[in-house]
């Protein structure tokens, strides 16, 4: 079967100035279109705009994607030779789409283009989970755990995650940042006031009793679960500890 015009088979559709060239038309080409357009055929339904190249004019052109049904009903209203011989073209067409093999190889190409989307997408997930798999672990792990633990702890399971902070960094940055205080004195790194209303720690007191019979109070700061939630998703999410 020689073409006679060409067919987008993923969309079966073919172009309205093509379509204007081929049944011989010499009107205008937006003259011609206004006119077809007369016979009641819908926008987005029967006929879609678009741009396309013209290498001959070297601009974009006004066309439209018309269905095949548009296009044979066009040619059957231009009542000449070179229209008639289009729509028995189409009208070839399609029946050699409907043949068994023609919609088998059809529903074949589909199914390939869903199996690389599923492909695609299937990839995408796999980066984003492997992306979110240092915050899911920490996340499952505090939910599992109500313990506190000490700051240098804390800086290991950053340094697990792949934020690389040690203890005495960490320290420092949650002073600089106001969760611990800065002050030199009997009070150095224990937490702010504002810290302790957020519940991130907890102060853990152990009396001491020493040879010459006094005893004192050493203070200990602890991270609770809340606290290592709060810290280590500020981390994760790349953000800097902000100041309270």
Same mark, same amino acid.
């Given at each position: 079967?020689?073409?006679?015009?060409?067919?987008?088979?993923?969309? =079966? &559709?073919?172009?309205?100035?093509?379509?204007?060239?081929?049944?011989?038309?010499?009107?205008?080409?937006?003259?011609?279109?206004?006119?077809?357009?007369?016979?009641?055929?819908?926008?987005?339904?029967?006929? &879609?705009?678009?741009?396309?190249?013209?290498?001959?004019?070297?601009?974009?052109?006004?066309?439209?994607?018309?269905?095949?049904?548009?296009?044979?009903?066009?040619?059957?209203?231009?009542?000449?030779?070179?229209?008639?011989?289009?729509? =028995?073209?189409?009208?070839?067409?399609?029946?050699?789409?409907?043949?068994?093999?023609?919609?088998?190889?059809?529903?074949?190409?589909?199914?390939?283009?869903?199996?690389? =989307?599923?492909?695609?997408?299937?990839?995408? %997930?796999?980066?984003?989970?492997?992306?979110?798999?240092?915050?899911?672990?920490?996340?499952?792990?505090?939910?599992?755990?109500?313990?506190?633990?000490?700051?240098?702890?804390?800086?290991?399971? %950053?340094?697990?995650?792949?934020?690389?902070?040690?203890?005495?960094?960490?320290?420092?940055?949650?002073?600089?940042?106001?969760?611990?205080?800065?002050?030199?004195?009997?009070?150095?790194?224990?937490? &702010?006031?504002?810290?302790?209303?957020?519940?991130?720690?907890?102060?853990?007191?152990?009396?001491?009793?020493?040879?010459?019979?006094?005893?004192?109070?050493?203070? &200990?700061?602890?991270?609770?679960?809340?606290?290592?939630?709060?810290?280590?998703?500020?981390?994760?999410?790349? =953000?800097?500890?902000?100041?309270?």
């Amino acid at each position: 079967m020689n073409e006679l015009i060409t067919v987008d088979f993923d969309t =079966q &559709t073919v172009s309205a100035r093509e379509l204007h060239k081929q049944v011989g038309s010499t009107e205008r080409f937006s003259s011609w279109f206004e006119r077809q357009l007369q016979f009641g055929f819908i926008e987005n339904e029967d006929y &879609t705009g678009c741009k396309k190249f013209n290498t001959l004019a070297k601009q974009e052109l006004q066309d439209y994607d018309l269905s095949i049904d548009m296009a044979k009903q066009i040619c059957m209203v231009q009542k000449n030779e070179k229209a008639r011989a289009v729509r =028995q073209y189409l009208i070839d067409l399609e029946k050699a789409w409907n043949t068994p093999e023609q919609v088998m190889a059809r529903a074949l190409k589909l199914a390939d283009k869903t199996i690389e =989307q599923l492909k695609t997408d299937n990839k995408a %997930l796999e980066q984003k989970v492997e992306q979110d798999k240092p915050k899911v672990l920490f996340a499952d792990a505090v939910a599992a755990s109500h313990t506190s633990i000490l700051v240098g702890e804390l800086a290991k399971i %950053l340094k697990q995650n792949g934020i690389n902070i040690g203890q005495n960094r960490l320290f420092a940055e949650l002073r600089d940042r106001g969760y611990l205080i800065k002050r030199r004195g009997s009070d150095w790194n224990m937490p &702010t006031q504002r810290a302790m209303e957020m519940n991130l720690f907890e102060i853990k007191e152990t009396v001491i009793s020493h040879a010459d019979g006094h005893t004192s109070v050493s203070k &200990t700061v602890k991270v609770t679960g809340t606290g290592q939630q709060y810290f280590i998703n500020l981390f994760l999410e790349g =953000q800097k500890l902000s100041v309270l």
